[in-house]
């Protein structure tokens, strides 16, 4: 790759983490960088810091895409539309245009562990991590999820240009979160163990439809041979019809049943079959986090263990103690008897009702974001049968109220505030406050990162 790349006239589209990240590894092996985005140069002064000036050229606000029109090669960022016309354009000239985890792919040997799914990516990554760390495994944890990928080969270049050993000899195994959007722009990213979670209806405000969503999650199958592993959820019917046409080893995960290979839940066993050798792994009581979901996360992580060798009790220990991340169903606060959970990572229907099912208490649900297409319909039911006042702030409000039908537990808010205060003057000691939008973010916060660590600040100035 860095014979490809160097020399060579490359724009990075988008300044987010993984732009930079591009643009850094673009730099170190001798390309001939340009970044643009849409966003002005004031607001980019923290991502343009982290780069070389002396050699970088700059394409910001109303005409970034100018930058594509000399450029040899462009990476994307996963928020860049892939089928947006200045880039078809630029294909259409020749020109190759990739992602960051595309161009990362390029600089690695270590053996890729690459996780995706509609839910539980960041959950079952950094499970994963944990399990091969604690193995005494030399880890690198991240992709969509934290530290780009382009972190991870920039190390691993460095690394062999200071020894000119191997690239593995930085990492054992990389283990990365991987989106629909990143592997829309794959060429060469080649797993060799690749796991999908779940596959339930989300950004359909960029994919026509189920199926073309579903079959952009698939391309993580697609450079995999004999000597790979391929890992499904044999309880998600989308999921399980993958399994047609693979060309690597398959492997299986259950919480309904036994598999032929892979983990499933035997009454309160957690077992696993690999290689022919059936194993009792813990007790379903040893998973510390709640939700019949992370389960199926736990689940995923047991059999990417054992397939590395990790051992039994090793897992068994990261699974009692693993309290599960930041922004996923987060307990940050009890005030007068009203707990407050921060799922700010449910970006999406299937997400909120999973946290509606995960808890015991009566509810005071904070949702709304911006719309992302999916059927708030969905969550009518669980929603009359859970909540106790449905709170509602951002773009999809109205959508969101008129899918409700006739409950009328509904409030508005302007702000985020606004719906912390309004819980809190109603709600009664053994509620729980809730915040799990069923939407994404931008159109009042920066991320869904941001949202949560607004809402906890504001759980911690509470009297």
Known sequence: MEADLKGKKVTVVGLARSGVAAARLLQAVGARVTVADSKEEASLAEALSRLERGTLAVKVGAGYESALEEADVVVISPGVPSRMESLQAARRRGVRVIGELELASGFLSAPVIAITGTNGKSTTVTLVGLILEQSGRRVFTGGNLGTPLCEAALATYRAGSRTRNAPSAVYDYLVVEV?????????????????????????????????SYALAKARIFENQTGKDFALLNLDDERVAGLRKGLRARALGFSRTGRVSEGAYLDGDRVMTIIGGREEEVCRRADIRIPGSHNLANALTAVTI????????????????????????????????????????????????????????????????????????????????????????????????????????????????????????????????VLLSPACASFDMFMDYQDRGRQFKALVKALP
């Not at 960029?206 to 199926?211: G, K, M």
């Not at 990261?318 to 009203?338: D, K, N, S």
Request: net charge neutral; charged share 30%; hydrophobic share 40%.
């Open 305 to 432: 263990g054992r397939v590395c060798g990790c051992r039994p009790e090793v897992i068994r220990r990261v699974l009692q103690t693993f309290p599960g991340i930041e922004h996923a169903l987060e307990t940050v606060g009890e005030r007068r008897g009203v707990r407050f959970v921060n799922d700010s990572k449910g970006t999406n229907v299937d997400a909120t009702l999973r946290a509606l099912e995960s808890l015991e208490e009566s509810i005071f649900l904070i949702a709304g974001g911006r719309d992302k297409g999916g059927d708030f319909t969905k969550l009518q039911e669980p929603v009359r049968r859970r909540v106790k006042r449905l709170i509602l702030i951002g773009e999809a409000a109205a959508r969101l109220q008129e899918a409700m039908g006739s409950f009328d537990r509904i409030s508005h808010a302007g702000t985020l505030r606004d719906a912390v205060e309004l819980a809190v003057r109603q709600a009664s000691p053994g509620d729980v």
């Open 179 to 211: 989106s629909s959007f990143q592997l829309e722009t794959i060429e060469r990213f080649h797993p060799w163990i690749a796991a999908v979670l779940n596959i339930t209806p989300d950004h359909l405000d960029r994919y026509p439809s189920v199926d």
